[in-house]
C-alpha cells in the first residue's frame, strides 16, 4: 500500500463571513472530531441558548466561545477517501493580517470564503492580494450563506462575477466556484437539492479534485540549517529539506560561506536511513562538521542558489505605525537573519483596490503594498519566488514584531 497523498489548506474570508463554520463543518463531516469535541459544542450552545454552531471547533478558549469570536491561528486535520487534509486556519480580522502572511506561505491551495448575502468586502480583496502574491493559483470560493439570500442564482452570479473580475486582475482564476450553507452542511459532503440551479462538485469534491502541485523534489537541493547539535560526540545538523534530495555520500556546498562539505549519515530521531527529499524534516552529519550553523543553507553544489546583498520583492506592509525608506528593519528567510534597509520604494500600491498610490514612494501605510530594493547587511542565499517559493519567501521585523510579510522578484 503506497504512501497517502496529503495537502495543505489555508482558508481565508472576512470576519463573520462563515470561515469558522466551514473549518468545523469539514471536520464534523468527515468523522475527524474527536469523540467527545461535538458533545462539548452542543453543551456550550445549549447553554448560550443557541443552536449548534460548528465555528465553536476551532475556539479552544470558553472566552473565546463567550464573545463569539475566533483568533486563533491553527494546523488541524481532516481526510477523504481520495487524500488526506491540514488545514492552515488564517485569522480574519484584520489586526491578524500577518497571521495570514504565515499561514498562506505553508499551503499549497486555498479556499475563500464569501458570504453572499454580505458581498465582497475590502478584506476579502486583501485576502485574495495574498493569495495571489503567494502564488496560491488553485483555490475554491466557496460562496458561503445561500439560505439568507433563498439561495438565489441571481445574487450568486452578481457576487461571483465580481469576486472573480478582482482575481482576474491578479492572475487568478478559481478552480471551483461552489454555492454552500456551512451551518446546515448544504454542498459540503452531499448535494443540495435546494441548488437545483448549480452543476458542478460539492466543497470535499472540490477539494479532491485539485490537482498537486509537482513534485519539489526535482528541483535542486535546498537545505536551510535549522540548528546544529551534539548527540554522542556527533555534530548533527536538523533542517527541513525545501526543494530537492540528499543522500549518504552525497557532496553538497554549504553557503553562504562557499565550504565544500560531503554527507557522512543521514539520521531520522537517531534512526539511520540513507536518503531524503523535499518536506522532511531530517538530520545529517558531514564532513568538516565545525562549519554549520543556524542560517546556513546546504545546497546542490552544481545547481546553486542566488546569494547577495540585494533583492527587489514585492513587499505587503501589516503594522500600523508607517514606513519610512531607510529604515533599518530586520530580514528574516527561512533561517536566516540579518539587519536591512530598503533603499527604494519603487511603487506604492492599494491592496484592496489594486491602484497605484505614487511611484517613486518614500513610505508604506498599514495594507499598502510597495515594490522595493532591500539591502541587506550580509549576503543572503535566496531563490526567486516563482522558481522555489519556499526560498523566495521573507519576513521583516520592526524590534520583536513582524511588520511586513513579501516575495523575492529579482536580484541584483
Given amino acids: 500500500m503506497g504512501k497517502r497523498e496529503s495537502m495543505k489548506i489555508v482558508i481565508v474570508g472576512h470576519v463573520d463571513h462563515g470561515k469558522s463554520t466551514l473549518i468545523g463543518r469539514l471536520l464534523y463531516d468527515t468523522g475527524s472530531l474527536p469523540p467527545d469535541r461535538m458533545e462539548v459544542i452542543r453543551k456550550t450552545c445549549e447553554e448560550m441558548g443557541m443552536p449548534v454552531e460548528f465555528a465553536f471547533v476551532m475556539d479552544h478558549l470558553r472566552e473565546e466561545r463567550e464573545r463569539g469570536i475566533t483568533i486563533d491561528t491553527a494546523q488541524t486535520f481532516f481526510n477523504t477517501p481520495s487524500r488526506d487534509y491540514v488545514i492552515i486556519d488564517a485569522p480574519g480580522h484584520k489586526e491578524f493580517m500577518k497571521n495570514m502572511i504565515t499561514g498562506a506561505s505553508q499551503a499549497e491551495t486555498s479556499i475563500l470564503v464569501i458570504d453572499v448575502d454580505e458581498g465582497v468586502q475590502e478584506q476579502t480583496k486583501r485576502h485574495a492580494y495574498i493569495l495571489g502574491m503567494l502564488n496560491l493559483k488553485k ?16 445574487r450568486f452570479e452578481e457576487v461571483r462575477d465580481e469576486v472573480t473580475a478582482f482575481l482576474k486582475r491578479l492572475d487568478i482564476t478559481p478552480s471551483y466556484i461552489v454555492p454552500a450553507v456551512g451551518t446546515l452542511g448544504e454542498n459540503f459532503a452531499k448535494k443540495s437539492d435546494k441548488i437545483p440551479w448549480y452543476d458542478g462538485p460539492t466543497v470535499f469534491g472540490a477539494l479532491d479534485a485539485l490537482e498537486k502541485d509537482k513534485d519539489i523534489s526535482e528541483k535542486p537541493l535546498r537545505m536551510p540549517v535549522q540548528d546544529v547539535y551534539e548527540v554522542e560526540g556527533k555534530r548533527i545538523i536538523a ?12 557532496e553538497l556546498v554549504l553557503l ?15 534512526r539511520e536511513r540513507h536518503s531524503a527529499e523535499a518536506c522532511e ?6 564532513s ?24 527587489i520583492a514585492t513587499l505587503f506592509w501589516m503594522s500600523p505605525q508607517a514606513f519610512d525608506i531607510g529604515e533599518k528593519l530586520t530580514f528574516r528567510a527561512n533561517t ?50 516563482r522558481f522555489i517559493p519556499e526560498l523566495g519567501r521573507f519576513v521583516l521585523e520592526r524590534g520583536n514584531d513582524i511588520v511586513a510579510g513579501g516575495i523575492i522578484t529579482h536580484s541584483l
Avoid at 562538521?289 to 540585494?310: F, Y
Avoid at 500600491?349 to 513610505?363: F, G, M
Fill in 139 to 154: 483555490n475554491i470560493l466557496v460562496m458561503n450563506k445561500m439560505d439568507l439570500v433563498d439561495y438565489s442564482r441571481e
Fill in 239 to 250: 533542517g527541513r529539506i525545501e526543494s530537492g534530495k540528499l543522500k549518504d555520500g552525497e
Fill in 256 to 270: 553562504p560561506e562557499d565550504i565544500k562539505v560531503k554527507i557522512t549519515g543521514v539520521l531520522e530521531f537517531n
Fill in 281 to 286: 524534516s531530517i538530520g545529517i552529519t558531514i
Fill in 288 to 311: 568538516d562538521d565545525g562549519t554549520a550553523k543556524r542560517g546556513d543553507l546546504l545546497s546542490d553544489p552544481g545547481n546553486r542558489p542566488r546569494t547577495g546583498k540585494k533583492i
Fill in 336 to 385: 536566516q537573519e540579518t539587519p536591512c534597509t530598503v533603499k527604494e520604494i519603487m511603487r506604492r500600491i492599494d491592496s484592496s483596490t489594486l491602484d497605484v498610490i505614487e511611484d517613486n514612494a518614500r513610505v508604506l501605510k498599514e495594507n499598502e503594498v510597495g515594490e522595493i530594493l532591500i539591502e541587506c547587511e550580509k549576503p543572503v542565499s535566496f531563490e526567486l519566488f
